[in-house]
């Protein structure tokens, strides 16, 4: 099966700043794919030219099997990080006009605007102007116009902003709804957390370049430190490799830091290899994606 979408040696100059520079990757169907990268890494302009607004320079793109021009955007949602809502227009009508600029009838475009507001907790606001939106009410709606034309695929820039918890959780299972509908979704956000759990793979750009970029769990692995999590009995300090021992709340279970040349496998097999020591749960301890991001980014992450 074709790439949703197909990055090819892109390269995007302004003035004399290189935004994108010689940048490929693909992004799968069915795939939920993050973005990362530092503020003024080239993310957005990446986004941008994915969906036509901005040309490349060099380089190729290809979005639904081909050129990304206004058959193919009609295909695709895009939810910004600044809000693109008519603000003096009643909630339901603007998301209407929105589904009619993409092609869907008005009685259409307005039966599936009433229906969504319903379903994300909206019926009250829907012949309220957006203006009068919280700016949690406005993510959700914002989210009501990135799907309401049923795109194949979905470009989402900080889908959570302004949500508090409940209404995060119920974007987030839209989204993976979606997935499982057998949409794509392109993710772009600072909140790491969500993307380790939400995330198939990722994409890391940093001054333009391609710096990170594969499944999730593979790059964890990439940049997992000489530490497991165990839980059981023993004294493990005694184990010739293990440097040191602490208790992770979190993780329930003691972390240990093992010497550069004694792998987790070598301590597994020298604790089970004692009758003074019982394993009831080993695990290599990989580091979180904000560690990852701090470390690759370097003093350029804000």
Request: contains cysteine.
């Amino acid at each position: 099966m074709e790439n949703t979408v197909q990055v090819n040696n892109v390269t995007k100059t302004f003035t004399e700043t290189v935004a994108v520079d010689q940048l490929s990757f693909q992004v799968k169907p069915g795939e939920i794919f993050a973005m990362l990268g530092p503020n003024g890494a080239g993310k957005t302009t990446t986004i941008r030219m994915i969906l036509d607004i901005l040309r490349p320079d060099s380089g190729t793109i290809q979005v639904l099997g081909g050129s990304p021009d206004r058959i193919a955007m009609d295909r695709v949602g895009y939810l910004p990080e600044e809000r693109g809502l008519y603000r003096d227009l009643p909630v339901k009508e603007c998301l209407a006009y929105l589904g009619e600029l993409k092609g869907l009838s008005r009685g259409v475009a307005l039966s599936r605007s009433i229906d969504w507001l319903e379903r994300v907790g909206l019926e009250d606001a829907m012949d309220k102007k957006v203006s009068a939106l919280s700016r949690g009410m406005q993510q959700k709606a914002q989210f009501i116009a990135t799907v309401l034309h049923d795109p194949d695929l979905l470009i989402v820039d900080e889908p959570f902003a302004g949500l508090d918890p409940v209404n995060t959780m119920l974007i987030k299972d839209m989204i993976y709804d979606l997935k499982d509908n057998g949409r794509t979704v392109i993710m772009s956000t600072h909140m790491m957390h969500q993307i380790e759990e939400m995330a198939d793979r990722l994409l890391m750009v940093n001054e333009g370049r391609l710096v990170l970029y594969g499944k999730v769990s593979d790059i964890q692995s990439q940049f997992a430190s000489h530490s497991v999590y165990v839980s059981g009995d023993g004294d493990w300090m005694s184990l010739e490799g293990v440097e040191e021992v602490a208790f992770d709340r979190d993780e329930k279970a003691y972390k240990l830091l093992l010497s550069e040349d004694y792998s987790a496998d070598t301590f597994l097999r020298d604790a089970t290899r004692h009758s003074d020591f019982r394993i009831d749960r080993f695990q290599v301890a990989l580091p979180a994606l904000d560690e990852i991001f701090v470390q690759v980014a370097g003093g350029n992450h804000q």
